[in-house]
């Protein structure tokens, strides 16, 4: 916690610019049997095992990927043609600065999407 001097007018707006900067503090391991290092997703488990919606002989696994607000969001990439092409690659998560600990939450895969995305951040120099 940071204390500044404001002096604020009456009749008057007043602007205070303050830039904020955290760093990662992450699990000292992801383990599955710690809840607040990894945590449980029932829908994405209930995925592991199916068939992916593009790599259709191929089945989806279980991975974990770093949360940072508790929730795990859209990826891979910044665009939907990613999401489109490579639904199910989840390389990655990031949401910015870590408020309190940093989490893992589980997340339904397909080797082959992740294999596919990193030939075409590779050939499109993405990321």
Sequence with gaps: MAALPVTVRAGQVSTLEVHLA???RP???P???DPTCV????EQRRLVGTFCQVHRRTKLKLDIVPIHFGFVGYTPGLGGEERTLFPNAWPWWSAGCVIGDQHW???AYCSDCRASYERYKRQAGKH
């Design 31 to 33: 383990d599955h049997a």
């Design 27 to 29: 699990c000292p391991k």
């Design 105 to 107: 939450a589980e997340v």
């Design 22 to 24: 955290c760093k990662p």
């Design 39 to 42: 945590v449980q997703n029932p």
